[in-house]
């Protein structure tokens, strides 16, 4: 789950951006309908991961990172020629990579 006001405001632009790109290809490509097995499922799918993982799976979970991060590199190849779209993921990849290291304990070897 993202933590803090900004992550969850980085994370619902995110989604709300992915969510938007495809649905602006599709509408775009309804006389060629083969060029969105690409699109959709990468743009909704990478909206969707981030959904999941930032917003409904529990904060503490490894899968919420994961789910984050996913969703973030699905996103970013269909969402690259927009160039605020792969800052937006980039951004939010990293801030919660770094979370996730802030909350690891310190190792005693």
Known sequence: M??????????????????ALGTAEAIARLDEPMPLLFW??????????????GFLVAATSRLSKVLVLLGCAVGFVPSVWTLIMPALLVTLA?????RTRVEEPPSHA
Not at 40 to 53: E, M, S
């Open 2 to 19: 993202l933590a803090g006001r900004f992550d969850r405001a980085l994370g619902a632009l995110a989604v709300s951006g992915l969510f």
């Open 40 to 53: 959709l499922p990468t743009l909704w799918g990478g909206a969707a991961l981030i959904l999941l993982g």
């Open 94 to 98: 990293i801030r919660t990579v770094s």
